[in-house]
């Protein structure tokens, strides 16, 4: 069973940078997906790293800007957010999926597991 743990939400500046991160073990064995939701909209898959070969998936809200990776030891998965807008102001989880995600990644029915969430406000 994997137990996630989001850190790295906070406070910055339309342009600014942040960097989340979901951490477990094992993860290597789970597809992690980021998603997130700001108030009165749904949940919303943003961007996927797959098991095994560790491929990625964007929505097209922030291909060019947020990027996803693990680390070596298999106990995190980050995603790094550049060049935030104030559209960008959510809520932030990670989840995880035994195995391979597939072309139903940026779905929340695909995923097992949860974190609890960090918020991301980009303001002025």
């Known amino acids: 069973q994997a137990r996630l743990v989001e850190s790295g939400g906070g406070l910055v500046q339309p342009g600014g940078s942040l960097r989340l991160s979901c951490a477990g073990s094992q993860l290597n064995y789970y597809a992690i997906g980021w998603f997130r939701q700001a108030p009165g909209q749904e949940r919303a898959g943003i961007s996927c790293?797959?098991?095994?070969?560790?491929?990625?998936y964007y929505a097209d809200s922030v291909k060019g800007r947020f990027t996803i990776s693990r680390d070596n030891t298999n106990t995190t998965v980050y995603l790094q957010m550049n060049n935030l807008t104030p559209e960008d102001t959510a809520v932030y989880y990670c989840?995880?999926?035994?195995?391979?995600?597939?072309?139903?990644?940026?779905?929340?029915?695909?995923?097992?597991?949860w974190g609890q969430g960090t918020q991301v406000t980009v303001s002025s």
């Open positions: 989840a995880a999926r035994f195995g391979a995600a597939a072309y139903l990644w940026e779905s929340v029915y695909e995923y097992d597991y």
């Open positions: 790293i797959n098991s095994i070969d560790s491929s990625t």
